[in-house]
Every structure is written in structure tokens, then in C-alpha cells.
């Protein structure tokens, strides 16, 4: 039996007999009942007039089935096989809108793809559209942009086609499409509309796909703990694993989730800007150009790299970033505390408009003709950003009182997952020692659960998980800056919490200085 | 705490505090925990984007809640409590749709009022008007006449504030309220398109009320047996007593339901026509000018009667048809076949366009200025009706081993259960002598069953009644054919199932011949 948010199931309802019960409605119900389970069956009201001529034309039909929360809605009911029924996983970030257009019949993924979020129009950052949709026409104005992006985009498959949306998005990303007021989500204290969303109708949501199509969206945890996170933990089972794992999603913000089958614990904070590029004046978004990976050859003082699609750089990526200065650390280019040592490389750090900076390429080898450099003033604020993900984690290992020794694994997701080189994260102390052989890259695991949540439609699942999410306010945890003092260092001021990181130091500047 | 449809409950949502779970809806929810049980409450979508700026207003709100099957809806959140908020209780009758407009805050009706149904514009009576809606235009035509004719009346009120509406129809004025196909209903093997109609919007039926408003509508259990019979059950509340009790509803049909707490056995039968009046040249529906009641003095010979309105007679109802026949029976003018007897009162019984006639009234008494009489023929007829409806209590009793004698209670429901003389029923042999004592006259049951459903809203009663109900399709019953032939005389064949009337009929002409 086909799972899935939508299910075509042919039926053959009993003919009518004398002297019996025998609606229509009621004989197709009947004929179902091994499908609905514990679901009641609610038939479309635009099928109610049709269902006596439908039933008698053909023996077997097939019927449409959309799953909900505690309904089962049958909302057409086929007289042959139709060839395609779709549905799409959209998982709105600030920055990308990815979609999975995905055949149900099939059970196929047929289109993968992503395109900007118009948003960025308003500014690259969150918190600057809050702002900007504080006034209502301001709000629809986001709503109204991302709607018409999301249905030009879905224009190119067979609309009519579409029966069952699966979305998620962070709680802002959320409050916009649904065109709810952020007002309350940006003052104390922090009060999103709503947790969990019902199940929508297409019209509702204002998508321009068939008319009887369902619109699900992932409930939201927290302000700073938004839908594509629960897809995230909804696609990773973390709620379902026995041993403890870290679920790290880092794009514009840094959101953890520790937990298992019995608690998942979550946090997130304002750590992403830097970890994503965002604070770096050569900083760009992963795009066509972006140096997403390098290597420092400081013999030859040279940096290999490889720019998205191949083209000459236009700037690095945050995953890159921190790979250089992981590299630059590593070589003693720079301090524990963050410092640009010119003594060490003078060909390299330099000062510009009075502040010291690291050149990386010149601007005979960029694509727009400027050098690429980072500056002393980043380095600092990006130890800001990796020192509150350490201790983050440390903060959520210390609440249930384990050790990063106990974890099992750091799942580490979002696009920034994609990228990152785990090692020079480790060797700059933005995640424990323990993460180099436990960390799992899962891409854009929010995606992949907005799909596999059209392909299992597992309501269940996903209310255990939000209704297991004990949530930490990090604005009320004075822990937390206590914590992040020491994390503030590379890799931290305590070294003996990073072994393996003294011994690359003492190995790599034993080796350069020979 | 306030029962009903309609919930106007006072909420007082907790304040939102930093670093905890403090969604707007959320808390919304939890305040209202104690009322919603273990029913989901729904938050209508037009409130969602309203609901952070109205929670902020005031600190006690007033919601407005609407009972479902397994939601409660919240569609309105006041800031300060409503002046009105109404309900409207419909029973669309064949012959007249009954309003009662109810007050759900003061818990009291407004307003109680019934018109004719426009249908009756196509037809008295239902089969002309089912073989009529066989075509979709004409079935479109029955649905937006009637719907027309309800809106009409409720504009009178102020509809802005009319939540909720509770409709009960039979199977077929049903149907045609829902624009439902009845091409099905009227061959073999009668099918309705559906039972149980899920709770509508009231745009999903164009009733021109408060968009937001729920309309209920009562289940139907048989293609003879609708939601005017679950309503009249309901008011009755047959299935909650521990004694045996008929349900006896003679309208245009004859619908009857035998039971108790622990089984209902239910029956209809085209009884009706008769019984109504409708099948008497002179018979008239319940309207101004119907002689309603009327009593023979044999020995003066002359005919004391009352009209509706006390006017000049224009016709007679069925009940009033019924006492005559019984008087003329006691008097010993009839035969128990039926057959008028010229020579026991020759004044009045002659013969008109050759055939038998016994004559009521001359044309000078009336406001037509033409004779009111009674047809041999048409008595006939009639017999055949009371027939149907005494062999339908005998096959009812008959299925389950009971005798008349061990029945509680006789509920006599419909228009016809407003006026009908018991005595004159048992003496025709329309109801067992059991009923002299034991029938309890309920009025428009329906209409206030439906009523009952405004102020309880009980689903799981009507649940349980329909899951409850057997219902006997007449049509496959030949034991029926074999009842009816001894039933067909005046009282019956077997005269001593009626010792009293056996009695009266000594009496009576004992004393006449003196």
C-alpha cells in the first residue's frame, strides 16, 4: 500500500442492495476503511453532488487521498489511473528557496532545485526584514514576493497536478508566507504567532497549484527555532535514536538540538552571520564564483581554491573562511586571541585604512579586479560567532550533565553542513575534538524532511518531536557568558580540552619553522 | 459553563515571558483548555493574523467558540461581550419549513415562525417533486427556491450575528437543500448520496448568514427515514429509556421507530397522503379556514366544528377527516370495510357523478361557497393509510416479540401529532387500543429536536442514534402484505384486539337507535 501525504487508491464499493443501508458516500467509506484507519474520511464537498454518477460509471476507481492530522480527505475520485500526481517540498531559508517537486505515483523526486528568496531585496538579513515588516503593507509586501516566487517557480510543472504542499521555514521565513505580524516576535519577549499550524487549503495559503490541494507546514519550536529545524530533526530521527547526538543546523543562526529518544533539548543563537560569510567584507553567499574550499601551502605560500561553477573568485564563503583561518592559526599567523601577526607573514598581513588585514588574492585574480583579503576586525567577530556554538554545546552537554565524550554524533546540517571542513572547525574550537570522527554532514536536511514528509506524512512523528523540544532562552542563560569567555580563544583558553589540536599546532609550526 | 452550538467563553491568556514557549495562539489554546476537553480547538484562519494585536488590547477577551464533532472552532475573539449572537433551528417540512431563532447568550428562542415550502410551488407531494429534480436544473431550481425563502426570512434578523445554523429535513428535502442528485433515490434500490454530512460552512450552502457560521445538519438513516426523524428521536430521546416506546412521525409519510436504550427498529411507509388530508377533494393542508377538529351530534344531526383562525371552512385537515370517519364508523354510517350505508342516513349520504358521497357541509357554510363532503372512494383510500400504519406498529412489535401491551409509550410527532384525536386513531384502528392511555402528542418534535441541537450540540447523541438504528425497507417485506389485509377493515378483522371500541360501538348505537 502506497505511504505518502497523497495515496491514489483504486476502490470498488459494494453495489447497492434493497433493504440496506446503502448511501453512496457511505459504501465508498466502507470500501476505504482498510486505508483510513483510526482517520476519519471527510469526502470534498465538491464531490458530494458528482458521487452518484461517478460510482455508477465505473467498478473500480481510484481515489485521491490527502493525509491529515486526524482526517483522511478524499478529494477525487478518478475513473482511470491518472499519469502524474505531485506534490512539493519547499524549505524556505532566508537566503535560498530549495524545492523537491515529487511524483507520487513513482515515488521519484522529479525536479530538485533552488532559487534565491526574493526577501533579499529587503536585505541579506533576518533581522533587518523583521524590522522592515514591522507595517502591514511591508509584511504582504514580503508575503506577496515570496508567493509569486514560489508559484513562477511551480508554473513549469502541471499545476492542476499539485495535491499536497509540504513547507518549512524558520519562524520568520513562516510568519511572512502565512502573512502573519512579526511586531511581537522582535521585542521582549519574543512571542511568535503560532506553534503548530493546521493543515491548509491551497486558496488559503494563496498557491497557485490544485485547488483542492493541502498545504502542511512544519510547526515552529521557538522565535529562533523555526519549522526547517523540526524538518531537520524530523528527517534525522534524532527523537528516535538511543545513543546522544548533537543536531547542529548553521546558516544565518546557530540552533542546537541535543538529544534521543526520550529529550531533545534545543538552543540557538546569533552565531551564523560569521559562520555563513556574512561579516566578512570579501565574505559572499555560496553562489557561482564563491571560493567554497581552500588550502594554504605555506611553504610555497601559496592558496589553492575552488570557486563554485569554476570561475574566477568573487569572494569565500564562510566554510572557506574558516578554513583559512583555521590554516593561518595553525601556521601561527595568528594569535589565540585572534591577532594578525605581521612578524610571521609580512608579505601577507598588512595594514589597510589603518586596520590590520590578511591578503588572500590579488585583484589581478579576482573576477571583479579586487584583492580578496580578511580583516583582524572579522577574525575577532567570527571568534565571537564559533566561540557561542562551542558553547552552546557545552551549555546543553552541562544541562543534562554529559560529557562530549557520551555523544554519539554531531549531525551538522544546513548549507553551511555541505561545506564545512570539520577539522579546521575542531582546530578553531568551534566544535569540540570529539566531533572530528562523530560528525555526519547532512546537507539541507530541512529540505529532506519537508520531502520525506510527503512521502511518509508522519503527523505523529512530527508533533512527538515538537511536543519533546524542551527550548533554552539563551537571552535568560547568564551560564552562557560565563561559558563564553573562555571559548572566545582558538581553540579555547583551556587547550587541554583540544589534545589533538596542540599536538597539529606543535606538528605544524615544528615543520614550517624547519 | 455555557452548553450549546455556540460558546461565548471569557479568556484571559497568560502574559507571554521571556524564555518560555509563549506563542500567541498557544496561549491562546491553553486558556481554554477546560472547555475544549478532548475536542482540537481550530483557530480560524481570518484570525491568525489578528490575534498578536487583539491579545495585546485587553486582558479578558470573550471567544466565540462553535461546537464540532471533533473540533470546536474559535471564529471571533471579542473585546468586549457581543449583545447578540443567534442561532436558527430549521425543519424544512414537505409542506411548511419551521424556523426558531435562538438567542445563545440568554439561552432562549427570539422568534418561532414557520412558511410554506416553495418547493410545494412543483408539487404537494414529494415524488412529483423528486421525479421533477431528476434533471440538474430543476434540481437547482428546488435548492435555490428554498435556499431563497431561508434567506429571506433570516434577513430580517441581524444576520452578522447568526453563528450557527441546525437544519433537519427529510431524505429528500435534504438532498435538494444540498443540491444533492435524487436520480438514484427514486429507483431501485433508493439510494441517498450520503448519511452523515460532515459539519458545513455556511458558504457551502449559501445561506446568507455570518460567514464565519457552522451549519449542522441532522444525518439521515434511510431513503424514507431523514433527518427530521433523527431530530424528532433526538428531542424524544427515544434511545435513553429503559421501557419499550413507538416513535409514531405521520406526515406526508408514515415513519415509525420501535426501541429503547438498547436497540431502535425504525420503519416508514407511504401512510401519509392519506392521513394529511391530501387525498380528500375537500381535504385542505393546515392552513387559515381548515376545519381542524370536529365533533357529529347524530341525534341533531349536525356538525360542531372548529377552523384555524376561525374562519369560514375552506377544507379539511386530515386530523379533522379522521374524527369524522371515526364518528360516522361509531354511528354505524360506515361500514367496517369502509362502504358508506345510504339507509342509516339518507339525508346526508347520496350519491354525486355516481359515485357514493357523504355529504358535511352545504355550500352556503363555506367560504368557497362549495359543498364539503367525503368520498366513498377516498375513504377507501384512507383505510389503506391507517392500515399501513397499524400493520407497521403490528410488524415492528412482531420483529422484536413484543406485544402492544408491553409498550410504554406511544410519542406521536409531526403536524398530524399536533391535532389527531387519539381516541378517534384507536377507533379506526389506526393505533392500538394501548395508545388510549399511553400516547403522548409532541408537536413539531423535529423542529425542536433540531432546536435541542442549537442548545446541547450533542453529536455523539445523534451518533449514537444513527449507529443505533435498524431501519426495515417495507419494500422486501412480505410479512407486511399478510398484516395488512385484516387491518384494512374499520377497527380490524379480529375484533378482539378491540374490546373498547367493540364497546363504544354498542354503546354509540345502542343509544342512537333508542
Same mark, same amino acid.
Given at each position: 500500500?502506497?505511504?505518502?501525504a497523497?495515496?491514489?487508491? *483504486?476502490?470498488?464499493?459494494?453495489?447497492? @442492495?434493497l433493504?440496506?443501508?446503502?448511501?453512496?458516500a457511505?459504501?465508498?467509506i466502507?470500501?476505504l476503511?482498510?486505508i483510513?484507519?483510526?482517520?476519519?474520511?471527510?469526502?470534498d464537498?465538491?464531490l458530494?453532488?458528482?458521487?452518484p454518477?461517478?460510482?455508477?460509471r465505473?467498478?473500480?476507481?481510484y481515489a485521491?487521498?490527502?493525509?491529515?492530522?486526524?482526517?483522511?480527505?478524499?478529494?477525487? @475520485?478518478?475513473e482511470?489511473?491518472?499519469?502524474?500526481?505531485?506534490?512539493c517540498a519547499?524549505?524556505?531559508?532566508?537566503t535560498?528557496?530549495?524545492?523537491?517537486?515529487?511524483?507520487?505515483?513513482?515515488?521519484?523526486v522529479?525536479?530538485?532545485?533552488?532559487i534565491y528568496?526574493p526577501q533579499?531585496?529587503?536585505?541579506?538579513d533576518?533581522?533587518t526584514?523583521l524590522h522592515f515588516?514591522?507595517?502591514?503593507?511591508?509584511?504582504q509586501?514580503l508575503?506577496?514576493?515570496?508567493?509569486d516566487?514560489i508559484?513562477?517557480?511551480l508554473?513549469r510543472?502541471?499545476?492542476g497536478?499539485?495535491?499536497?504542499l509540504?513547507?518549512?521555514?524558520?519562524?520568520?521565513?513562516?510568519?511572512f508566507?502565512?502573512?502573519?505580524?512579526?511586531?511581537?516576535?522582535?521585542?521582549? *519577549?519574543?512571542?511568535?504567532?503560532?506553534?503548530?499550524?493546521?493543515?491548509?487549503k491551497?486558496?488559503?495559503?494563496?498557491?497557485?497549484?490544485n485547488p483542492?490541494?493541502?498545504?502542511?507546514?512544519?510547526p515552529?519550536a521557538?522565535?529562533?527555532?523555526g519549522?526547517d529545524?523540526i524538518?531537520? @530533526?524530523?528527517?534525522?530521527?534524532?527523537?528516535?535514536?538511543?545513543?546522544?547526538s548533537?543536531?547542529l543546523?548553521?546558516?544565518?543562526?546557530?540552533?542546537?538540538?541535543?538529544?534521543?529518544?526520550?529529550f531533545l533539548l534545543?538552543? %540557538?543563537? %546569533?552565531?551564523?552571520p560569521?559562520l555563513e560569510?556574512g561579516?566578512?567584507?570579501?565574505?559572499?553567499?555560496a553562489?557561482?564564483?564563491?571560493?567554497?574550499?581552500?588550502?594554504?601551502d605555506?611553504?610555497s605560500a601559496?592558496i589553492?581554491?575552488?570557486t563554485?561553477?569554476?570561475?574566477?573568485?568573487?569572494?569565500?564563503?564562510?566554510?572557506?573562511a574558516i578554513s583559512?583561518?583555521?590554516e593561518a592559526?595553525?601556521?601561527?599567523?595568528?594569535?589565540p586571541?585572534?591577532k594578525l601577526?605581521?612578524?610571521?607573514?609580512?608579505?601577507?598581513?598588512t595594514?589597510?585604512?589603518?586596520?590590520?588585514v590578511?591578503f588572500?588574492?590579488?585583484?589581478?585574480?579576482?573576477?571583479?579586479?579586487?584583492?580578496?583579503?580578511?580583516?583582524?576586525g572579522?577574525?575577532r567577530s567570527?571568534?565571537?560567532?564559533?566561540?557561542t556554538?562551542?558553547?552552546i554545546?557545552?551549555?546543553?552537554?552541562e544541562?543534562?550533565g554529559?560529557?562530549?565524550?557520551?555523544?554519539?554524533?554531531?549531525y551538522?546540517?544546513g548549507?553551511?553542513?555541505?561545506?564545512?571542513?570539520?577539522?579546521?572547525?575542531?582546530i578553531?574550537?568551534?566544535?569540540?575534538?570529539?566531533?572530528?570522527?562523530?560528525a555526519?554532514?547532512?546537507?539541507?536536511?530541512?529540505?529532506k524532511?519537508?520531502?520525506?514528509?510527503l512521502?511518509?506524512?508522519s503527523?505523529?512523528?512530527?508533533?512527538?518531536?515538537i511536543?519533546?523540544?524542551?527550548?533554552?532562552?539563551?537571552?535568560?542563560?547568564?551560564r552562557?557568558?560565563?561559558?563564553?569567555?573562555g571559548?572566545?580563544?582558538?581553540?579555547?583558553i583551556d587547550?587541554?580540552?583540544?589534545?589533538?589540536?596542540?599536538?597539529?599546532?606543535?606538528?605544524?609550526?615544528?615543520?614550517?619553522?624547519?
Open positions: 500500500m502506497m505511504e505518502g497523497v495515496k491514489i487508491v *483504486p476502490v470498488k464499493p459494494e453495489k447497492p @442492495l433493504g440496506k443501508s446503502n448511501f453512496d457511505e459504501r465508498l466502507t470500501s476503511h482498510s483510513t484507519h483510526k482517520k476519519t474520511l471527510i469526502i464537498r465538491s458530494w453532488a458528482k458521487l454518477y461517478i460510482l455508477r465505473r467498478e473500480t476507481l485521491l487521498l490527502q493525509e491529515g492530522e486526524r482526517e483522511i480527505y478524499l478529494v477525487e @475520485l478518478f482511470v489511473l491518472p499519469l502524474q500526481i505531485l506534490g519547499i524549505d524556505i531559508g532566508s535560498t528557496i530549495a524545492f523537491y517537486v515529487y511524483d507520487f505515483l513513482h515515488d521519484r522529479l525536479e530538485e532545485f533552488s528568496n533579499i531585496e529587503i536585505g541579506d533576518i533581522l526584514r515588516a514591522r507595517k502591514e503593507e511591508n509584511l509586501f508575503r506577496r514576493k515570496t508567493l516566487a508559484n513562477r517557480e508554473s510543472f502541471p499545476t497536478s499539485i495535491y499536497y509540504s513547507i518549512c521555514g524558520n519562524t520568520a521565513m513562516t510568519h508566507l502565512l502573512g502573519l505580524p512579526v511586531n511581537f516576535l522582535i521585542v521582549e *519577549p519574543y512571542v511568535p504567532v503560532m506553534k503548530w499550524i493546521p493543515l491548509l491551497a486558496e488559503e495559503v494563496e498557491v497557485e497549484i483542492l490541494a493541502k498545504v502542511f507546514f512544519f515552529l521557538g522565535t529562533y527555532f519549522g529545524l524538518a531537520g @530533526l524530523y528527517e534525522v530521527e534524532l527523537n528516535q535514536k538511543d545513543g546522544f548533537f543536531y543546523d548553521v546558516g544565518t543562526n546557530a540552533e542546537v538540538v541535543l538529544g534521543n529518544r526520550d534545543a538552543c %540557538a543563537g %546569533a552565531a551564523g560569521a560569510g561579516i566578512f567584507e570579501c565574505g559572499v553567499r553562489m557561482p564564483g564563491a571560493i567554497e574550499s581552500c588550502k594554504w605555506p611553504e601559496t589553492h581554491y575552488r563554485i561553477g569554476g570561475l574566477k573568485p568573487v569572494g569565500f564563503c564562510g566554510s572557506a583559512l583561518i583555521a592559526f595553525l601556521h601561527g599567523f595568528i594569535s586571541e585572534g601577526l605581521p612578524q610571521t607573514l609580512p608579505e601577507r598581513i595594514t589597510l585604512d589603518g586596520e590590520r590578511l588572500l588574492l590579488p585583484k589581478e585574480a579576482t573576477a571583479h579586479g579586487r584583492p580578496l583579503y580578511i580583516k583582524e572579522e577574525i567570527f571568534l565571537r560567532s564559533k566561540g556554538m562551542y558553547t554545546l557545552s551549555l546543553l552537554c544541562k543534562v554529559l560529557s562530549f565524550e557520551e555523544i554519539d554524533f554531531f551538522v546540517a548549507s553551511f553542513g555541505n561545506h564545512i571542513d570539520i577539522r579546521s572547525a575542531v578553531l574550537g568551534m566544535l569540540p575534538e570529539e566531533a572530528l570522527n562523530r555526519v554532514s547532512l546537507g539541507n536536511s530541512a529540505g524532511g519537508a520531502l520525506k514528509f512521502r511518509k506524512a503527523f505523529e512523528d512530527i508533533k512527538s518531536i511536543d519533546t523540544i524542551t527550548y533554552i532562552e539563551l537571552n535568560v542563560e547568564k552562557l557568558m560565563e561559558l563564553l569567555t571559548a572566545l580563544l582558538i581553540p579555547h587547550l587541554d580540552r583540544f589534545p589533538w589540536v596542540k599536538k597539529q599546532i606543535e606538528e605544524k609550526r615544528r615543520c614550517f619553522r624547519r
